[in-house]
């Protein structure tokens, strides 16, 4: 389905340090285990040309350490501690609150309501 050279690219990309699988796959429009196989199969082909007598350099050659990629995550939310629903009809407004710990149970009422 794919061409040897589009595979041998994606491989290439995902080798490169900082770059994680899922985003090379994402941006070449394939699937991330798909990129993984390839690059398994990769690891395979290169274990073998090893084994078979490869060139020096190529069986000295040393696998890439995997790098640490720091990653910002948002800070800390606030826990949200009510559910409040306004609710309009023509000039009524009606606003009801709710204790997120009932969450479940104001779904259920909602759905109620909205029958």
């Known amino acids: 389905m794919h061409s040897d050279e589009f595979k041998a690219h994606a491989v290439a990309s995902a080798a490169m340090p900082g770059v994680s ?31 078979d ?6 069986a000295n050659a040393q696998p890439a350490s995997p ?22 009809r023509g000039s009524t407004t009606v606003v009801v609150t709710w204790p997120m710990a009932l969450a479940t149970e104001c779904g259920a009422w909602l759905r109620e309501i909205l029958k």
């Not at 007598?53 to 190529?58: N, R, S, T």
């Open 21 to 51: 699988m899922a985003s090379v796959a994402l941006s070449l429009g394939i699937n991330a285990n798909l990129l993984r196989r390839w690059v398994r199969d990769a690891e395979v082909s290169l274990v073998k040309a090893v084994g």
């Open 53 to 58: 007598g490869a060139p020096k350099a190529l």
């Open 67 to 88: 790098t640490f990629v720091p990653v910002q995550l948002p800070g800390p939310t606030a826990p949200v501690a009510d559910i409040r629903m306004e609710f309009k």
